[in-house]
């Protein structure tokens, strides 16, 4: 049987400004993260060449852009970034946000990540 992992107990790392992610799990092939952005963050537009990436938002309201066009998701929604697409997430609301990433490859594995800012 696998060992229980939550957010006590995963590895933790911050990333932009004083956003924080937990690696529930982490293999080349799949990555899934835990992360939370305080409000008015915003991560730098980028794209992954291999990697596709799921966002699911589990509390607060998150910003995205892809591809020039601005989604807005609330808790319990979710949206698909494949490879090549040009993205980033925001927190624009007074709240932190927190969502679950499922990256297929992990891209930090395989460092297919692009900045364009």
């Not at 591809?67 to 007074?94: C, F, W």
Request: some cysteine.
């Amino acid at each position: 049987m696998s060992r229980v992992i939550d957010k006590n107990s995963a590895p933790h790392y911050f990333w932009g400004d004083k956003c924080s992610s937990w690696i529930l799990m982490n293999r080349d092939s799949l990555s899934v993260k835990i992360e939370t952005m305080p409000a008015g963050t915003r991560e730098t537009l980028h794209f992954h060449s291999s990697s596709r990436q799921f966002f699911f938002i589990l509390k607060g309201t998150a910003t995205i852009k892809v591809d020039g066009k601005t989604v807005t998701l609330k808790e319990q929604q979710g949206v698909l970034i494949e490879p090549m697409m040009r993205h980033y997430i925001a927190n624009e609301s007074s709240e932190a946000i927190d969502f679950l990433l499922v990256s297929q490859p992990d891209n930090d594995t395989t460092n297919d990540r692009t900045d364009l800012e």
